[in-house]
């Protein structure tokens, strides 16, 4: 037992070293392009998230709105965030109205890509339709490349790598 207590602090100690010292994951920073097609009424609300091999919500990475009070309305992203609420860094001002843009700054992260993950966008709007998968598309270096067509208040997106 004396020979127990006499490891334990250098064992406490190399633990924490190894934890401290590990390394972040790398993101990669991509300007992204929203371009809403033409419709009438309230702006748009849009989620974009990183989605598991499994198809399940791994990491919110940006979010089109800010007033909190809509955000149950995106209702298969809610499943997620709601019953946890973690601050989300990448939350913007106001939504965007029918057929303008926005460009913003989303980081994905660098071990992801080319694993099976999916980025999805989703866009809901007051008093019209919620689209849980306006654009989904595998997160591979290939389509991190050029314009995807959305097929809800989504024209297309465009993602730079910076």
Sequence with gaps: MKRFFKILPAVVLVSFLALSFSTPVDKINYKCLIQLKN???EGA???ISL???EGDYEETLYVQGKDAEWYSEISEWWKFYGKRRPDIDAISGATISGGERSI???QIPED????GYKIRFETAVEDQEYYAKDLEFDLTQANLKGKKEGTGFIRYVRLIRQ
């Design 104 to 106: 913003n700054v989303i």
């Design 51 to 53: 989605m598991n091999p």
């Design 39 to 41: 419709y009438t009424g």
């Design 112 to 115: 992801k890509i080319d694993k």
């Design 45 to 47: 609300y849009v989620v």
